[in-house]
């Protein structure tokens, strides 16, 4: 456990750049906020590269021992957190590798540019029992903070990746599998005017 005091440590520079795309693309990590977030990406393993906390009262017992935690004073912790009222823990994760195992209900999401809609979708997938979100050109980043918060940790729970739309559907039937179910693409049906397709995939027989 190490503590930081101020907020212009370095580390906590570090982290407050995740907040960018660049940052996280070129660190491959990202940075959640909240005590539901930070015990779903505990419950899965080695997702979690580094514990925040602003409290030695707010670490998470029976930590594994290759995750760092650190131990933030209130200035530090603010200057890392975007939410106006930050809660008591946040934590560095590991972006997944972006892997389908033959997915065969999958939630397509094509120019979806407002983070929180995404959130909510990502989360009513992985409600609904669907095997992988995949997201099309033009959407925005499954790792924004809002994203991530209106997820509320199922990208703890189920693959979200980013494809070319066309093509991955494209693979997928070349693969010997057909679409068997397929609501069309409406723009206007929910906030924000994006495209939405739901497929299922079957083998053929």
């Known amino acids: 456990m190490k503590q930081i005091e101020s907020a212009k440590n370095q580390k906590v520079k570090d982290w407050k750049k995740l907040h960018t795309k660049k940052e996280r693309t070129k660190t491959n990590t990202y940075l959640i906020e909240g005590e539901h977030l930070v015990?779903?990406?505990?419950?899965?393993?080695?997702?979690?590269?580094?514990?925040?906390?602003?409290?030695?009262?707010?670490?998470?017992?029976?930590?594994?021992?290759?995750?760092?935690?650190?131990?933030?004073?209130?200035?530090?912790?603010?200057?890392?957190?975007?939410?106006?009222?930050?809660?008591?823990?946040?934590?560095?994760?590991?972006?997944?590798?972006?892997?389908?195992?033959?997915?065969?209900?999958?939630?397509?999401?094509?120019?979806v540019q407002d983070p929180g809609n995404l959130g909510t979708m990502i989360r009513t997938a992985d409600a609904a029992g669907l095997d992988a979100v995949v997201l099309g050109d033009g959407t925005a980043d499954a790792f924004n903070g809002k994203t991530l918060r209106s997820a509320q940790g199922s990208h703890f729970h189920i693959p979200v990746v980013r494809r070319n739309l066309q093509s991955y559907v494209?693979?997928?039937?070349?693969?010997?599998?057909?679409?068997?179910?397929?609501?069309?693409?409406?723009?206007?049906?929910?906030?924000?005017?994006?495209?939405?397709?739901?497929?299922?995939?079957?083998?053929?027989?």
Request: aromatic share 4%; proline share 7%.
């Open 170 to 205: 494209d693979e997928i039937k070349s693969r010997g599998r057909k679409s068997v179910r397929h609501s069309p693409a409406k723009r206007g049906a929910l906030p924000g005017h994006f495209t939405i397709r739901f497929i299922c995939f079957n083998r053929r027989q």
């Open 39 to 111: 015990e779903e990406a505990l419950k899965s393993p080695g997702a979690v590269k580094e514990i925040l906390v602003k409290d030695e009262a707010n670490i998470p017992p029976n930590l594994d021992i290759g995750i760092q935690c650190y131990v933030l004073s209130e200035d530090a912790f603010s200057a890392v957190t975007e939410t106006e009222t930050p809660q008591r823990i946040a934590a560095v994760c590991h972006m997944p590798e972006e892997k389908l195992a033959s997915p065969k209900r999958v939630l397509l999401i094509d120019a």
